[in-house]
């Protein structure tokens, strides 16, 4: 403990030099928390970035009249993401459906859009990607930070028990160091609360977004196999 009269150093790095084992483990493991959910955060900014110009690239050109066939044909040779892998794996079974039957039957709608079903789950899937570790880090982070905090404090009254010296400048550096640990700990977890509901926000929207267009694509299928069964 620090006698009375030698001036306190309540710097950061001192905070964490002079903290307990315990408690060093417990900032260590919350700033990596916080770096990686950072990390995160910005690689899910650019990912839904990507995924709205996409989205909305594809959509421009589906609907400008071009050949389904042809628009299929030109995305069939690569890996698709988004909107795209949806159109893809749709015109996919609707290409072997026909190629199988001449005739074609009201049941291909059923698997298209089955198939596209699967697409969208893929889609949400990889987009919720990592989103756990937000979650995680949001929930458990400020009582990590909490079990630092009593931990530096029962250390420091063990500390005090044995100096017999109760003066501020021997309790201070010993509270404020098991109150950092609260303060990264809600450093790690504020940032990873709100991104994650913000994130979860964007693919429910892409979800839909996605949703209405399988609807739409289906419904073209649908009058193109209508013309074909008359």
Not at 16 to 25: C, E, G, M
């Amino acid at each position: 403990m620090t006698p009375p009269d030698v001036a306190v150093d309540l710097s950061i790095w001192e905070l964490f030099r002079n903290a307990h084992i315990i408690v060093k483990l417990v900032m260590i493991g919350l700033l990596a928390a916080s770096v990686w959910s950072w990390a995160i955060i910005l690689e899910k900014f650019f990912l839904f970035a990507k995924t709205r110009k996409e989205t909305g690239k594809f959509e421009q050109v589906f609907w400008s009249g071009q050949s389904l066939v042809e628009l299929y044909q030109a995305l069939g040779q690569r890996r698709n993401t988004g909107v795209e892998a949806l159109f893809v794996a749709g015109m996919r079974e609707y290409s072997r459906s026909t190629e199988r039957n001449q005739k074609l039957s009201p049941g291909i709608q059923l698997r298209v859009q089955k198939v596209m079903d699967v697409a969208i789950g893929r889609e949400v899937e990889r987009l919720e990607r990592r989103l756990t570790f937000l979650a995680t880090v949001g929930s458990t982070a400020p009582f990590v930070g909490l079990f630092g905090t009593v931990w530096g404090i029962m250390t420091s009254f063990q500390a005090i028990a044995v100096s017999k010296n109760t003066n501020l400048a021997v309790v201070a550096p010993g509270i404020a160091e098991a109150l950092f640990a609260t303060a990264l700990g809600l450093l790690a977890a504020i940032p990873a609360v709100i991104f994650y509901n913000k994130f979860n926000s964007e693919v429910a929207r892409h979800a839909a977004r996605l949703e209405g267009f399988a609807d739409e694509f289906a419904a073209i299928l649908s009058r193109q196999i209508d013309k074909t069964t008359v």
